[in-house]
């Protein structure tokens, strides 16, 4: 794993107040950036001789509730001339999910970050098309989210019929 330790370190090196975190995984390393450099370390990644992470494969957000900060996102860099990963995830607050859009680094974050400014309402500054992709344009709430209020019925059963019954006008005709 000596390669990845030489990005680890040059990322390190690099921006030294932006990486909060180094963890490995079965092999996987993520690095936790922070939000107001994410756009410059993507640029970084995929500028720098070396490291040449010129492909994004995956944007993965997650709603961590009730824990702060709330919202993670991890974007998985790939580079193709050295056949190697790496991941980069950042944490956004619960009151303020704010990142930069990635697409003017990696075209490819262009549907990806719609998906979650969709589900999870995190906001992308500087995304060139800032639309629901997923739920029509009148769809209130972001489903994705822990605290997302979830729609049943009552199960109509012989003790509770009258009950229910009184809630479901079509269901007596």
Known sequence: MPELDSVVNALKSAFPDAIEDVQVFRGDT??????ERLLDICRYCRDTEGLEYDFLSDVAGVDYYP???????AYSLYSMN??????????LPGEDPVVDSVTP????ANWQEREY???LGI????HPDPRRILLPDDWE???LRKDYPLGYETVQFSFNYDEIAKHKPLAQK
Not at 67 to 73: D, I, K, M, T, V
């Open 82 to 91: 050295r056949n190697a990963s790496l991941r980069l995830k950042l944490m």
């Open 67 to 73: 824990a702060e900060p709330r919202f993670g996102l």
């Open 141 to 143: 709430g972001h489903p």
């Open 123 to 126: 906001t992308f500054t500087g």
């Open 117 to 119: 400014l969709d589900l």
């Open 105 to 108: 680094v990696y075209p490819a």
């Open 30 to 35: 993520t690095v936790i950036v922070s939000r």
